[in-house]
């Protein structure tokens, strides 16, 4: 009996417990589970065509489109399907970054194999997309498919005469655009003819009176070129005339279109209008404003290319947010300049000091404070943010989208980030960044970090979630609590050549693996004598190894999480004298060199060393006889060009030029290369490689379509 009630309480007990237990499930089940937020994107996908034959080859399309106010990283996959639902290929977009309000197309081809389709019916490509913003905010995984008809073997074309090509028409030049700024009047040549202009000049003349000329070298069809004279200005307005040709050098197709006249105004503030926005509402495109002392309470919108500049530098002229919900300054036009202001006061959520959605804009000489950001550039690109100081904003003192120059700034004393890079394709050059949440931060990939310092931050230098492929050299990094710190999945960024001073942590490394000393070995001098090995970086009293040989490098590794400095220095980089270096300039192959096509390149190139070449090789598609024809490699006073293909002869896989050359560090060239067959393609607008960048300014494909984000995968050596 005893027994038998001790087992019954005990029963009692676990039906207790057990009610209890169901009870708490059934509550938490209720609570709502936390997840990230889905990111608002479109995408689409599009079959090129409703229906095609058998023997045709499809163009498969991947669309996808931002509504997030941030940048977001994406990896797109196209799948091509039968008629049965089975897979039959697939091509990998990414990883790629788009900006805020952009969209962005990929394109696939699928080529028939022998003997054409195997099926008619309903084929299906569908876009797989994976993202998330930069900042992690929100995540998007989904996907939309297109059906298009394959039909039996398409009809036989019909023999039919060939057509009587158009008469030669030849080069014409064209003035398209005027402007000013400061002391200098800008204008835009294009060749809108169908055949190469050679050399000539322009002219300039104002208010009736020839000032000058301006040399103009050779301009292929379409080609358009920025250019320039240096004028004083004398007058509030001057009638300017420019034109091109004046000495008639080029035996044009049309000599009546050669010249642009513009009325080209100063407008002084407050003497002709009282407020800046009724100046620029009041100006014409290329008009120049200028501001004399004193202090405004405004928002200024800027919708048209302007400069607009201080009259006595930014102490002297202040531009306080009238609305402190609105930017002090937001531009929405191309090749606008603000220049020598004190802006603040822009207090609302996201509003700037300064706010750019343009491209190919000057912001230089500015003060921003008081701010949420300093000064923001969300979305464009070719923009160029320099010689500005930015201190004590609430969030950050310069944020910045993508391809952008950021250089000779201060970003002292804001509350998150002193300089914050948003995206790619970034040059970030002797700034400074001091007592702020964080002195540089980057979100991206492929931009250059070079000859900054951030100080008495918290972190000098962080890269967010992924970032990969940045390149830091020649920066320093002292009295930090971190001097650099990475983010969870940051990969191959190089990090060589920078010193990290007196940091209470010099790295702090969460699951990254990166390279850190140069890719290639570096002749250098050190201590009178001259070495040539690899380089890493300088961590000053942290590292405690020894020089045995005396040759700048320490004997033993740096460690760094799992990662290490082979080859760390024993002296602050600026021991270690580097002599220029003869380089080659290699773009390597891209990852996916798909969709591919023979056409026309044009873009520029920007070395960082001194490259000598003779040959240029293309990389072809596997399999294909992918090649260059014909390339020139010229700017303002200089060009040199191939000697004509001879076919698929010898070494074919290389064009000559027609004599070694030279092409500088720091000066910027441009080309145009002619491919035929299937060359490697790299699908982006712009690219870093270890010798410098190469962009594209377009590349019209065999079928006449204009693509901007096609570079050829080349070396010239």
Known sequence: MKAEGMCSGMREKLKRIFSLALIVVMLLSLIPVCEARRCVLSIDADSGDFFYYTDETFELIGEIENHEAETVKYKMTLKLYDPDWYEIDAWSFGSYYLPSGKSKEHTAYARPPSGGWKKTGKYKVC?????????????????????????????????????????????????????????????????????RAGESKTSLTIDGVFITSDYVAPLDPEEERKESFDYTWMNKSHDVKVCADYENNVEEYNEENNCRNKTLTRIYVPDDY???????????????????????????HVNKQLTIKSENGSDKCIIEAYYLGEHVFKITADYVSICGFTVKGATGHQKAGIYVSAENCNISNNIASNNYYGIYVASGNKNIITNNIAKANEEDGISISSNNIITNNIANSNGRYGIRCGGFYNILMNNTAESNSCGISIWGDNNKITNNIASNNYCGFSFGFL????????????????????????????????????????????????????????????????????????????????????????????????????????????????????????????????????????????????????????????????????????????????????????DWHNLSFTETFKLYANVEYKFTIRTGSYPQIHHKYALLTENGWINCTEFIDANRKIHYDWIPAIKLW
């Open 467 to 650: 970032s990969s492929n940045n390149i830091l050299t020649n920066n320093i990094a002292k009295s930090n609590e971190h001097g650099i710190s990475w983010g969870e999945g940051t990969t191959q960024n190089v990090i060589y050549m920078n010193n990290f001073i007196n940091n209470t942590y010099n790295v702090y490394s969460y699951s990254s693996t990166n390279i850190w000393n140069s890719t290639e070995k570096i002749t250098y001098t050190y201590n009178g004598n001259q070495y040539t090995s690899y380089l890493g970086n300088y961590w000053s009293d942290d590292y405690t190894g020894s020089d045995a040989d005396g040759d700048g490098i320490g004997d033993t590794p740096y460690s760094i999480g799992r990662d290490k400095d082979n080859y760390p220095l024993m002296k602050p980089f600026e021991n270690y004298i580097i002599a220029p270096e003869l380089a080659i300039f290699d773009t390597r192959k891209p990852y996916n060199p798909y969709p591919s096509i023979a056409g026309t390149h044009k873009g520029t190139i920007k070395p960082n060393k001194i490259i000598e070449a003779s040959k240029l090789y293309t990389y072809p598609c596997e399999g294909t006889g992918g090649r260059a024809e014909y390339a020139r490699i010229y700017n303002d006073s200089w060009s040199i060009e191939t000697l004509p293909w001879e076919g698929y002869g010898g």
């Open 274 to 300: 009282s407020k800046i926005q009724d100046a620029v509402n009041a100006a014409s495109p290329g008009d120049l404003i200028i501001v004399r002392d004193g202090t405004y309470d405004e928002n200024i």
């Open 127 to 195: 876009n797989f997309v994976e993202a998330s913003r930069i900042d992690d905010y929100c995540t998007f995984d989904d996907s939309v498919c297109d059906e298009f008809t394959v039909r039996g073997p398409g009809p036989s074309p019909s023999p039919s005469p060939s057509p009587t090509p158009p008469p030669p028409r030849g080069p014409d030049l064209m003035i398209t655009d005027v402007w000013a700024e400061n002391n200098t009047i800008y204008y835009k040549i294009e060749n809108i003819g169908n055949r």
